[in-house]
């Protein structure tokens, strides 16, 4: 069964620090992961996208790592901000037929960062 | 550029009554998603369309989903009777094409049924 798992469930962090979250996923075909930011009220926000043959990409104090032999994909936030206060989702790509919209989607890790 | 819009944001009616929520894409993007987001969980695909024609409906509850997108643009989709199980949020997402990797979410519209 085609499944994405995240964890933690939600995190707590004081402004400044780094935190690191994690997904687990168990899908075949794989064609790429992604992760989004989701504010509160709004729709989802894609922060990366990798295929297979990409281990890490960054955007900005997002950075993104992909162990496609493992099967895990893990978000690092640098220097997190109260503005990153939201909930990150961890989305896979899994269609044999090129169909790169067919996306099974992690429940999601919620990040609090306080002051 | 403009992003994908949704109307309207939210919406409470009673069970078994009916509701319609619509979505425009962005300009120019062929595909169009329908996504059940219920809270604390990730969203689940109701539909897919490739400019107004179906890829995949396969997770639509169509006894009493309904969606259409008839000139490859707007698209509605509709409950009819809603259940208390279908509160949740509706999110409405696009892209340029189905070997499009980005997709774009609209704000989505949060439906409670009392």
């Known amino acids: 069964k085609n499944q994405v798992e995240q964890s933690p469930q939600s995190l707590i962090i004081l402004e400044g620090k780094n935190c690191t979250l994690q997904c687990n996923y168990t899908v075949s075909p794989f064609s790429n992961l992604r992760w989004y930011k989701q504010d509160t009220g709004r729709g989802p926000v894609s922060l990366t996208i990798?295929?297979?043959?990409?281990n890490t990409k960054s955007n900005g104090r997002y950075t993104a790592t992909l162990d496609a032999d493992t099967k895990q994909s893990s978000l690092h936030i640098t220097a997190s901000q109260l503005s990153d206060s939201a909930s990150y989702i961890c989305?896979?790509?899994?269609?044999?037929?090129?169909?790169?919209?067919?996306?099974?989607f992690g429940q999601g890790t919620t990040l609090q960062v306080k002051p | 550029e403009a992003g994908v819009a949704q109307s309207p944001r939210y919406k409470i009616i009673e069970k078994r009554q009916s509701v319609a929520f619509w979505c425009n894409p962005i300009s120019g993007h062929a595909t169009l998603y329908w996504y059940q987001q219920i809270l604390g969980q990730g969203p689940k695909l109701l539909i897919q369309f490739q400019n107004n024609g179906v890829v995949d409906d396969s997770q639509l509850p169509k006894d009493r989903f309904s969606a259409e997108r008839l000139k490859g643009v707007d698209s509605t989709l509709k409950i009819q009777p809603a259940k208390l199980e279908d509160s949740a949020v509706y999110l409405c997402?696009?892209?340029?094409?189905?070997?499009?990797?980005?997709?774009?979410f609209g704000p989505g519209t949060r439906l409670t049924v009392t």
């Open positions: 997402a696009s892209s340029k094409d189905i070997l499009s990797y980005e997709q774009y």
């Open positions: 989305v896979v790509s899994a269609d044999g037929s090129g169909n790169t919209g067919k996306l099974i």
């Open positions: 990798m295929t297979f043959s990409e």
